[in-house]
């Protein structure tokens, strides 16, 4: 899948807010376009495995479960962990993606899971041609320390920091902010999301033209959320930061 973008100097795609929406709305066309009318849960195994043709394959991938995911962009070894704590190496051809067997394993995180794997496969569609002339795979997903790409859900909205801060922000972390930007407009399609929520919003009484501040009300908005999540088979921290992108939503600084 090739994209029409701005390029940086390095071959990294230059991309706002409203492009990942339009990005989204392409894919889906073209490979669900039931999401684009209803809303519902995107089927992640039929998009990721049957369309974008990638492999995903579980494994422990750190000892200490801070690595979610890696993709490989070319045929590459992987360092995973068996159950006894030891690193051993294994083949990683191209279009496979990995996911920690520790958090795929776990029923409680089903949205977590679900927006790690469309993560996934987010970077294939918008950072292969950055990545494959250079050789290598990228890992993603990782907690913070000295030498990882810190990687949660709010990032979103702000892989930099705060909105305020003046940091030059990385390849990585551009990167790491379009493809959960992507993710989340694949699994809650803004046209759907708008309207869904909105019902949800008129069900409790809340004007469908209101725009919600979290902290006003935060356990009914609990709620709202709870349905969404419920309805996409999201995160709640998903859903709220996806009120925010749609304008539904004051409370979260964005960049």
């Known amino acids: 899948m090739q994209l029409n973008y701005r390029q940086n100097?390095?071959?990294l795609y230059i991309l706002n807010k409203n492009d990942f929406d339009d990005i989204a709305t392409m894919i889906l066309?073209?490979?669900q376009p039931a999401m684009l009318k209803k809303a519902q849960p995107l089927d992640v195994q039929d998009l990721v495995e049957e369309h974008l043709y990638l492999d995903m394959k579980i494994a422990r991938l750190s000892k200490d479960g801070r690595i979610l995911g890696a993709i490989a962009f070319e045929d590459t070894v992987y360092e995973v962990y068996g159950d006894d704590g030891h690193a051993m190496m294994i083949d990683m051809p191209m279009g496979t993606i990995l996911l920690d067997e520790r958090l795929m394993k776990d029923e409680r995180h089903i949205g977590r899971q679900r927006f790690t794997q469309v993560h996934e496969a987010a970077h294939w569609i918008c950072h292969r041609q950055y990545h494959t002339p250079m050789g290598r795979n990228y890992e993603f997903r990782k907690m913070e320390d000295n030498h990882s790409i810190v990687c949660r859900e709010e990032r979103i909205e702000h892989p930099g920091g705060s909105a305020n801060n003046t940091k030059v922000w990385?390849?990585?972390?551009?990167?790491?902010?379009?493809?959960d930007n992507l993710a989340a407009a694949l699994l809650m399609p803004k046209g759907t999301f708008i309207h869904t929520a909105r019902e949800i919003f008129c069900s409790y009484g809340i004007n469908a033209d209101v725009r919600l501040r979290w902290n006003d009300?935060?356990?009914?908005?609990?709620?709202?959320?709870?349905e969404l999540k419920d309805i996409y088979q999201v995160?709640?921290?998903a859903v709220r930061l996806r009120l925010v992108r749609c304008g539904l939503m004051a409370g979260i600084n964005s960049r």
């Not at 009300?217 to 709870?226: C, E, F, S, T, V």
């Open 9 to 11: 100097s390095r071959g």
């Open 29 to 31: 066309l073209n490979y």
């Open 217 to 226: 009300n935060l356990a009914l908005y609990d709620k709202i959320a709870d």
């Open 235 to 237: 995160s709640k921290s």
């Open 170 to 179: 990385s390849d990585s972390e551009w990167e790491e902010w379009q493809a």
